[in-house]
């Protein structure tokens, strides 16, 4: 199975500030990994898929990097509600595996 | 407007069963595949099952295969998910959801992201 593996477990920051999260592959996974967004109580949200793709609605300060093995999400100007967790995904190969989370939270 | 709406979670004794269901409207669910992911409390996500658009392609966890089967029936708009030998460890917010079709393609779950989600249905496996 390909493990997923997020950096940082949870970060601190302040509004206005530019934050990026990484997540490694195990194996070569292409460029076939998501990221989501989730708030307490809520279903998580789709930001970015094939890596580097913004879904629809998705605000621009979001964006994706990476292909093979190591990924990041940055969100450039972090905003009041962008406090949440934040997962990766790859879908290249069976089982379908999530990172461990990134919690972010306010200072 | 996409709808996922989960049903069928409740409290088990462990060893026991319970059939999750997810109606889908919105969209043409019978060109779809459909993931199951659950959560447990406190703790991340965990994909524990996904199928085909047609269901006959089906695809497990390790921590699930041989206890649980995904369904569909695409004449009901429904998605399935049959837990049998339920565990403690299987107490989790299951939330079903729907593929995102990339460059036309819908129909399996590898390649591709899950855009819409359901609320979830809460399983407790507790004696």
């Known amino acids: 199975d390909i493990q997923m593996t997020q950096s940082p477990s949870s970060v601190s920051a302040f509004v206005g500030d530019r934050v990026t ?8 996974i292409s460029r ?7 708030k307490p109580g809520k279903a998580p949200k789709l930001l970015v898929y094939s890596a580097t793709t913004l879904q629809g609605g998705v605000p ?21 509600e962008d406090f949440a967790t934040y997962y990766c995904q ?4 069976f089982p379908v595996t999530f990172g461990q989370g990134t919690r ?3 200072k | 407007e996409v709808q996922l709406v989960e049903s069928g979670g409740g409290l088990v004794q462990p060893g026991g069963s319970l059939r999750l269901s997810c109606a889908a409207s919105g969209f043409t669910f019978s060109t779809y595949a459909m993931s199951w992911v659950r959560q447990a409390p406190g703790k991340g996500l965990e994909w524990v099952s996904g199928i085909s658009d047609s269901g006959f392609s089906t695809h497990y966890a390790d921590s699930v295969k041989g206890r649980f089967t995904i369904s569909r029936d ?7 998910l049959q837990m049998n030998s339920l565990r403690a460890e299987d107490t989790a917010v299951y939330y079903c959801a729907k593929r995102r079709c990339s460059n036309g393609v819908c129909s399996t779950i590898l390649r ?6 359901g609320q979830g249905t809460l399983v407790t496996v507790s004696s």
């Open chain 2, 112 to 117: 591709g992201a899950s855009e819409d989600w």
């Open chain 1, 90 to 93: 790859q879908a290249n190969s």
């Open chain 2, 74 to 80: 695409n004449s009901k708009n429904t998605l399935y």
């Open chain 1, 104 to 106: 972010l939270e306010i």
């Open chain 1, 21 to 28: 999260i990484t997540c490694r592959a195990t194996q070569d």
């Open chain 1, 60 to 80: 621009s300060r979001f964006s994706g990097s990476g292909s093979g093995t190591d990924f990041t999400l940055t969100i450039s100007s972090l905003q009041p």
């Open chain 1, 32 to 38: 076939w990994l998501a990221w989501y967004q989730q």
